[in-house]
């Protein structure tokens, strides 16, 4: 035999690893377990099985979360967070440094039971999952360390309630009870059905690192125990990770409750290769990028995009590439795909293929598939068309689907061609396109030449309906904390009506303020107009807008969407424009405030002033809020870009009237959004004013549109708007609630009072207000050796 002809037909040779100590760990537990709360494993009534995907072997028992479980899991947590809070970030650190050496020391015990309880391939538990786990709480122990250091007007938000899925299971608890643990808080998880071994052998973990009893809580179950977590009325926080639909129903139970909530959904991430690709990395980048752990990813980049002049030769390597992967045993060291975690997703993964297959053309290499557990081969499926529901639906298994594109313009329009905003990855020798692309894409994570790169340090999450919320990085330890502000019961404004006493029109012609739409004062489309009074008596006219006067606002705020594009020191230039405006006209703001309020002289001279210092505040922040580079341990560095999250829809207060409405509208235009805002109900004509004092001041048109009229005319509206990114809700009513259940279908960012006061004068401003006006974009870049 020659030696090419054995380079030819040399087959890989099978590696497994050994799952004695894991067996031996299951039998230690009597295959049962129950759950971890109060530092101690408790039993449980019900238990279901979970089993190996690999062979449909039984593993253990699982103990189901009762009502009485959560219960007393929550009342754990309760008494644990105080303490936990106040023994100081360098404890906290410590423990957490205790859970990383230990979660070290046996990460070979938890690679094998990640594997074989999910069916990932070992190669992946022990090179990816397990060690950026111990990486996590490594990070976080400095986070916890350097707390008081860099949020030191924060405190932990309480307790947290934690679901995540089976994709990822020890990582992604290490996800979310690293940073919830380093800032104060306590945790109640609950691990997915399939997989709740390695949360479990953790639970041990943290016995054996002394953590506090309390702190950590797991209690398995399935969703019905999951939504007992999430409705649960101590609970402070819900963090979700999961399908956009069960997203969807958390976002909607939480409403109106005051709960802080992070969702990190699913996703069907554009895969992007440039004719001036290298090759070769792009089609290995795409092994990593939909066929690692079986394409079960959220941000797996499930869509490919090819720029046409290389379609055909990419494909063809692609296939060839295909062909080569080897499926089969998780525990063999030398597999490139494992097993799907269970056979009902298996069935959802071809039901999804077989039924829809038609819209393209189907690849799947001829290749050795084992004959028992449940596996799916890689798939391809090219030419579809972009509106193709494979195109646009999340299949949540190794199936690339894919179309091609001509021009830079075309790429980046079917790359936001999707309901999701999760991840993208770019492929270009050109640094000046995938630069150019980066930041037009829709999406939290961008991956320049690479893909599916996770660290501590970057954080990680979506738009759209991917979620919001970031977790990972200096960004991902705000979803664990809150302002130390105390706030009360905000209570109603008086309202002045026309019996009050006669007309007060500071001597001017009677005159009907209209509304301000893309840099013009229109009039509102009801054609009705409604009277503002005082504490003297009638003050003016105001336009009564409605939902067509907010559709048009929306309009005019997506075509000043160029502002997003603007410098930050043209921003600055016109923020501290405005506040030389309103200073030029503070004495007529200062009488308008006293006709409309009844505030003394003193108090409305304080408002004005404060608006203008405010303008000037965030004419400074406009070119300084400028991100971050996170120092991630791969040959590259991590732009963290503060985004603008796009129009936002803003609902003022109704007490100060000039000064609340400076305060929300400032920061949001200082870095880049358009808004659309409702200002004080009770006092609107303040902002008829201050439109007057834009239109002098260079903002350009569309950038701050605003409607007057009542605020539970805009509340629905402005909620459930498609085009709409955000909203700030700060009114007069008791709407937090509403605004968070009606944004349930487009499942915007919100950011509500929950009808809790703010003192404007002495809390209206702060990186508070600017991390609610950004998004976090990681962008990863090669770097550096
Ligand atoms: P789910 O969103 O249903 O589950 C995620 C977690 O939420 C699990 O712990 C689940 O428990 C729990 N859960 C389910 N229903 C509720 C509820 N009503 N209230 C609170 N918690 C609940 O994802 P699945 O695991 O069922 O997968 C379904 C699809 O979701 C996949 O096909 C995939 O498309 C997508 N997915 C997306 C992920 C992502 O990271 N983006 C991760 C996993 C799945 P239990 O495990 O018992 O169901």
């Not at 990460?107 to 309880?117: C, G, N, P």
């Not at 179309?403 to 079917?414: G, N, W």
């Not at 708007?721 to 968070?740: L, P, T, V």
Request: proline letters at 4%.
């Amino acid at each position: 035999m020659t030696i090419s002809e054995i380079f030819n037909k040399m087959d890989w040779g099978t590696a497994p690893e050994n799952d004695k100590n894991a067996k031996a760990w299951l039998k230690e537990n009597g295959n049962k377990f129950g759950h971890f709360i109060n530092g101690n494993f408790i039993d449980a009534k019900n238990h279901f099985k979970t089993k190996n995907p690999a062979n449909n072997q039984f593993l253990a028992k699982i103990a189901v979360g009762s009502k009485a479980d959560v219960n007393l899991a929550v009342k754990s947590a309760a008494t644990a967070q105080n303490k936990w809070a106040q023994i100081g970030g360098h404890a906290r650190a410590r423990y957490l440094y205790a859970i990383a050496r230990l979660l070290q020391k046996h990460s070979r015990l938890f690679a094998v039971l990640e594997t074989i309880d999910n069916g990932k391939p070992i190669r992946e538990s022990r090179d990816i999952d397990i060690p950026l786990a111990i990486r996590h709480f490594y990070y976080h122990a400095g986070a916890a360390q350097l707390m008081d250091d860099n949020l030191p007007t924060y405190e932990p938000v309480g307790i947290c309630g934690q679901i995540i899925p089976w994709n990822f299971p020890l990582l992604m608890l290490s996800w979310k009870i690293a940073p919830a643990i380093a800032m104060g808080n306590t945790v109640i998880l609950k691990p997915a059905e399939y997989t709740s071994l390695t949360a479990l052998l953790f639970a041990q973990i943290c016995i054996e690192a002394g953590i506090p009893k309390g702190v950590i809580n797991i209690v398995t179950g399935d969703g019905t125990t999951g939504s007992l977590i999430t409705k649960h009325k101590s609970i402070n926080k819900i963090a979700f990770t999961g399908s956009t639909e069960v997203g969807r129903k958390i976002r909607f139970e939480t409403a109106g409750t005051g709960k802080s909530l992070t969702l990190e959904l699913g996703g069907k991430s554009p895969y992007i290769v440039f004719d001036d690709a290298d090759v070769d990395s792009a089609i290995e980048g795409l092994v990593d990028s939909i066929w690692f752990n079986q394409g079960q990813v959220c941000c797996a980049g499930s869509r490919l995009l090819i720029h046409e002049t290389i379609a055909n030769q990419f494909y063809k390597k692609l296939k060839l590439r295909m062909k080569r992967l080897r499926i089969g045993n998780p525990l063999d060291k030398s597999i490139d795909m494992g097993a799907i975690v269970d056979s009902k997703q298996l069935s959802l993964i071809s039901r999804l293929v077989k039924e829809n297959a038609h819209e393209g053309n189907l690849f799947q290499p001829d290749i050795e598939m084992p004959t028992k557990g449940s596996y799916y081969p890689p798939t391809l499926i090219t030419e579809m068309e972009p509106s193709a529901s494979l195109m646009q639906e999340e299949i949540f298994g190794p199936v690339l689907v894919s179309t091609t594109f001509r021009t830079p313009k075309e790429a980046i329009a079917l790359a936001n061609n999707s309901r999701y905003g999760l991840a993208a990855s770019i492929w270009t020798e050109n640094i000046n396109l995938a630069l150019d692309i980066a930041p037009k894409i829709e999406c939290g994570v961008v991956w320049i030449n690479s893909v599916n790169q996770f660290d501590a340090a970057a954080g990680f999450g979506g738009r759209r309906e991917s979620g919001f919320g970031r977790e990972g990085g200096a960004e991902g330890l705000l979803a664990y904390v809150k302002p130390k502000a105390k706030t009360a019961e905000l209570k109603k404004q008086k309202r002045y009506k026309r019996s009050t006493t006669k007309a007060n029109t500071l001597g001017s012609l009677d005159k009907t303020l209209k509304l301000y739409i893309g840099g013009k004062q229109v009039r509102p489309d009801s054609g009705y107009s409604k009277a503002v009074f005082g504490p003297k008596g009638f003050i003016t006219h105001i336009g009564d807008g409605n939902r067509k006067d907010i559709r048009n606002a929306v309009e005019a705020a997506h075509k000043a969407g160029n502002w997003s594009k603007t410098s930050g020191h043209l921003k600055a230039q016109i923020l501290y424009y405005l506040a030389e405006n309103l200073d030029k006209r503070g004495s007529e703001f200062i009488d308008n405030i006293i006709l409309s309020t009844g505030a003394t002289k003193e108090a409305a001279k304080s408002e004005v002033e404060t608006s203008i210092s405010r303008l000037f505040y965030y004419a400074a922040w406009a070119d300084k809020f400028d991100g971050a580079i996170h120092d991630v341990p791969i040959r590259g560095v991590t732009l963290a870009m503060n985004e603008p999250l796009g129009v936002v829809g803003v609902i003022c207060p109704e007490e100060n009237p000039l000064l609340g409405l400076v305060s929300l509208a400032a920061p949001l235009i200082a870095m880049g959004n358009t808004c659309v805002l409702i200002p004080s109900v009770s006092s609107p004509n303040i902002a008829a004013n201050f439109y007057q004092v834009l239109e002098t001041s260079d903002v350009p048109a569309g950038v701050l549109n605003i409607i007057t009229g009542e605020e539970e005319a805009f509340v629905k509206t402005l909620s459930e708007h498609h085009d709409i990114a955000a909203i700030w809700y700060f009114g007069a009513g008791n709407n937090s609630g509403e605004i968070e259940r009606f944004s349930t279908t487009s499942l915007k960012r919100t950011w509500v009072n929950n009808n809790k006061t703010r003192d404007w004068h002495s809390n209206g401003q702060g990186k508070e207000f600017l991390n609610n006006a950004t998004d976090v974009k990681n962008i990863w870049i090669p770097y550096g050796e």
